[in-house]
């Protein structure tokens, strides 16, 4: 199955400024089998050194972090010659080995021909960890799969070069839109987590992606408590149900766990972030950029790694979403939102991979406003519900109390053949915000 992250694979070896990457991620969301096909199409060799399966080679880095003598040791561990230039050199698994991290800097000053990539379940556990070399290594980020990437999984090329984008809002046919819809439908339940797309594309059965979800929820639990040891087992539990069912809400701590101290609640939903497992959406001021000069900590929302694990763990019925005359009213419209907020993170985010919304909280007069985004250096607000132009009562409050704001995007799941009303641009929940 494709991922868009192999363009950025390709560009990173072809640069002559390239230092080791750290792909970085939540588990199982196809980092490990993305690189390995990208190592053996785009090298003449590929060497995999998996530290989690072979501890023996942890003793490789044990005392000296001297690259050349690394380089040797592991030629006689992997019987491969790790030729500069030529080959791939695949750490997986490196937050088990803390001392590998470590040595990329020296990989970096010393033989900055030698490509190596590192990648690892909780990696961000062992980075936060370390003392680690700013500007020694670069770091790329893999998510669920796009809506995009699950189209072309299913051969639905031509779906996906007939997307809309919102900065080029033209008519939609009702045939294009009818079966872009029904892909969506479909995306929303199955998620972008690949082997669950792997099993639905094979059988078409959203029992086994059930089975799927169940198993990929379960190890994340057992993998947080593994590698945290001091985790409270049970706040954790209860955030990864808590959070998917309050996706679209503003959130207080208390609300996410009313039995138990804010600080433990605080501590669990920084591992589960950690984990690439939630991310906070931060309430801003939208005066001016960056956005998150002006980020609010009292308040924020929250949306989960990937929609279709959040269906599962909200324990909705996949018939609400196959039979939902409207996709933005499905859970209160907050898988809708979901969608909009993964989509947003795959390709980058509101701002640098973090995302924003507007909140205004005034005595007898409070307005929210579901994402805003920055785009060539212009703020963009984005409102995700269905509605006619005089009931997105926030946004115009929005756009009427910052004039310099060009325009906002209402995205529905209506086709919307007249898509331009004063400042707002009326489009399809699966347009391009990118």
Not at 37 to 47: A, D, H, N, Y
Not at 59 to 86: A, C, T, W
Not at 223 to 238: A, D, G, M, Q, W
Request: with cysteine.
């Amino acid at each position: 199955m494709k991922r868009f992250i192999e363009e950025k694979l390709k560009a990173w070896k072809d640069s002559k400024a390239r230092k080791p990457l750290i792909v970085r991620g939540a588990r199982q969301v196809g980092k490990t089998f993305t690189i390995k096909e990208f190592g053996k199409s785009s090298f003449p060799s590929l060497v995999i050194v998996d530290f989690e399966r072979s501890r023996a080679v942890h003793s490789i880095f044990k005392d000296d972090l001297d690259p050349y003598k690394m380089v040797r040791e592991l030629e006689v561990f992997s019987g491969q010659k790790i030729i500069p230039g030529e080959t791939l050199l695949f750490f997986d698994e490196i937050q088990a080995c803390k001392r590998a991290l470590m040595m990329l800097r020296y990989i970096y000053e010393e033989i900055p021909d030698l490509h190596v990539i590192a990648a690892g379940s909780l990696l961000e556990f062992a980075i936060n960890s370390l003392s680690f070399p700013v500007g020694r290594v670069t770091f790329e980020w893999m998510r669920p799969m796009s809506f995009r990437e699950f189209l072309l999984a299913g051969g639905k090329e031509i779906l996906v070069s007939n997307l809309p984008s919102v900065f080029r809002p033209e008519p939609i046919s009702e045939i294009l839109h009818h079966k872009i819809l029904e892909e969506l439908r479909s995306y929303l339940i199955v998620g972008g987590m690949p082997e669950a797309v792997k099993r639905y594309l094979e059988s078409g059965s959203l029992k086994i992606v059930k089975e799927v979800h169940d198993d990929i929820v379960n190890s994340y639990i057992d993998s947080l408590v593994k590698y945290n040891k001091r985790t409270n087992i049970e706040s954790l539990e209860h955030l990864m149900r808590s959070v998917p069912s309050n996706v679209g809400s503003q959130i207080k701590y208390t609300n996410l766990d009313p039995d138990r101290r804010i600080e433990v609640t605080k501590t669990s939903l920084n591992i589960l972030e950690n984990a690439f497992l939630a991310n906070r959406i931060r309430a801003t001021d939208v005066a001016g950029l960056p956005l998150g000069a002006n980020e609010s900590a009292k308040v924020f929302k929250a949306i989960f790694l990937d929609v279709g694990l959040m269906q599962n763990i909200c324990g909705l019925d996949p018939m609400e979403t196959i039979n939902a005359a409207d996709l933005t009213s499905v859970y209160r419209g907050a898988v809708a939102e979901q969608f909009v907020g993964q989509e947003l993170l795959a390709s980058g985010g509101s701002e640098n991979y973090r995302l924003y919304y507007w909140s205004r909280m005034k005595k007898g007069s409070t307005a929210e406003v579901d994402f805003v985004i920055s785009r060539s250096a212009k703020i963009y607000p984005v409102e995700v519900k269905s509605g006619s132009y005089g009931r997105i009562r926030s946004m115009h409050q929005l756009l009427n109390e910052y004039p310099q704001i060009e325009k906002g995007f209402v995205l529905s799941s209506d086709i919307h053949k007249s898509q331009s009303l004063k400042k707002l641009i009326f489009m399809p929940l699966y347009s391009d915000l990118r």
